[in-house]
């Protein structure tokens, strides 16, 4: 083994460097088990006490994360508190228009929740449907819609895009949505 030779030392460097990553990957796992276990038990303190100011912070405040895994996690316990969520409706408007897709998807899910009470979020509905009608989110948005029932133009050619698009994934039920609104 010649170590003056320079193809060896680049040898060397990329596997020190992916040895190096594979040690990272394990603590990218624990860090998220630990970011789940804290925002899980955020979303229960509030299931237990909705007027549990602090956890409600915590928990809106991981949701405009700059960590995509944390902002989607907060997002998703945030829909699973429901109406009690309804205060965090801004935060869930502006992750619809994320340019991370599981954000957005998490923010799909999490705004459906709401229901009726999610209404002043239709601008950002409408804007989602017309951006990413060719991911999993564009099914809660369409389901969303229906049951908000707004009937504007905005609304009715969003939903239309949706029904027509090629490669719509709510293809289907924007069809039906639309039938319903109109």
Request: contains cysteine; charged residues 25%.
């Amino acid at each position: 083994l010649n170590l003056s030779d320079c193809h060896v030392w680049r040898v060397i460097f990329l596997f020190t460097f992916v040895l190096l990553q594979g040690c990272d990957m394990g603590d990218s796992i624990e860090k998220r088990k630990q970011v789940s276990a804290y925002l899980d038990g955020l979303r229960d303190r509030l299931r237990n006490n909705p007027n549990d100011a602090d956890a409600f912070r915590q928990l809106e405040e991981a949701a405009n994360s700059d960590d995509s895994f944390e902002r989607s996690r907060a997002l998703g316990n945030l829909g699973d508190l429901g109406d009690l969520a309804v205060p965090a409706l801004p935060t869930i408007q502006r992750a619809l228009l994320s340019p991370d897709r599981y954000v957005r998807g998490s923010a799909a899910s999490a705004i459906t929740a709401l229901g009726p009470a999610a209404q002043p979020a239709t601008p950002e509905l409408v804007t989602f449907l017309h951006r990413h009608v060719n991911e999993g989110g564009s099914r809660h948005v369409v389901k969303l819609l229906g049951i908000i029932g707004d009937p504007t133009p905005d609304v009715l050619n969003a939903l239309k895009f949706a029904s027509e698009a090629e490669d719509s994934y709510a293809k289907e039920e924007a069809k039906v949505v639309l039938e319903q609104v109109q």
